[in-house]
């Protein structure tokens, strides 16, 4: 089975410009969860989605933001780019069972490095 | 909210020895413990994890232990291999079912396997 798979692989963008990095989860996962990593840090979260609808998000400015589709795939945008938005893009999916008691296992995809010039 | 910290942060070790890595966390609410090695240029790969209802698990050669009293958690890894030289991340979440699990990640632990 795929696991989650994002795109670009790599991006090359200036200050002030704006960018879209997309997400897709493991087939019957309907949780996507984006992380920002920093050179020589831990992932930071961003946003969560499930079912279409924000269920988190974490310390990030509203240049950020992002959206889940009827196919669980995911997109993040984020606006008037800066140098320190310089990082890897995770996402991250779920399977999310509404029941349980328990947080989900979140499996990461490879991860969009993004540069800002 | 919850800090997660992670040590050391770089760790050096010979082929066959065993590795400790040790996090400690802020939340007593936090309930689910997971680790993730991630090697240069790709992302996070869970190796093991635990929840807070057990004090340990093992799965072949890795294996965690919590200690909720302390809040801190740990991984082990024995009879280490030159392929387990990558970066560690230990996490932290509290979310159930129907609200958020967002991971707080600890800083890394840079694991070095010399041959």
């Known amino acids: 089975d795929a696991g989650v798979t994002q795109s670009p692989t790599h991006l090359i963008k200036t200050r002030g410009q704006q960018v879209t990095l997309r997400c897709s989860p493991i087939s019957g996962h309907k949780s996507v969860s984006w992380y920002q990593q920093v050179l020589g840090q831990g992932p930071q979260f961003i946003f969560q989605?499930?079912?279409?609808?924000?269920?988190g998000r974490g310390n990030f400015p509203d240049r950020f933001s992002a959206r889940q589709f009827p196919n669980y795939s995911s997109e993040l945008n984020v606006n008037a780019l800066l140098l320190g938005d310089s990082a890897l893009y995770l996402c991250a999916s779920s399977f999310r069972d509404r029941g349980a008691r328990w947080t989900d296992t979140q499996y990461f995809g490879p991860g969009t490095r993004l540069t800002v010039l | 909210g919850e800090n997660v910290e992670q040590h050391p942060s770089t760790l050096s070790v010979q082929e066959g020895d065993s590795a400790v890595i040790k996090c400690t966390y802020s939340?007593?609410?936090?309930?689910?413990f997971p680790w993730y090695k991630q090697e240069l240029g790709k992302g996070p790969q869970l190796i093991i994890d635990i929840r807070s209802n057990v004090g340990e698990k093992k799965d072949q050669r890795i294996a965690v232990t919590l200690n909720k009293t302390a809040k801190h958690f740990s991984l082990h890894i024995t009879e280490t291999q030159p392929e387990d030289s990558a970066v560690y991340f230990c996490a932290a979440s509290k979310g159930y079912g129907g609200s958020q699990g967002n991971l707080i990640f600890g800083k890394g632990t840079k694991l070095s396997v010399k041959p």
């Open positions: 989605y499930y079912e279409k609808e924000e269920r």
């Open positions: 939340d007593s609410a936090s309930n689910y």
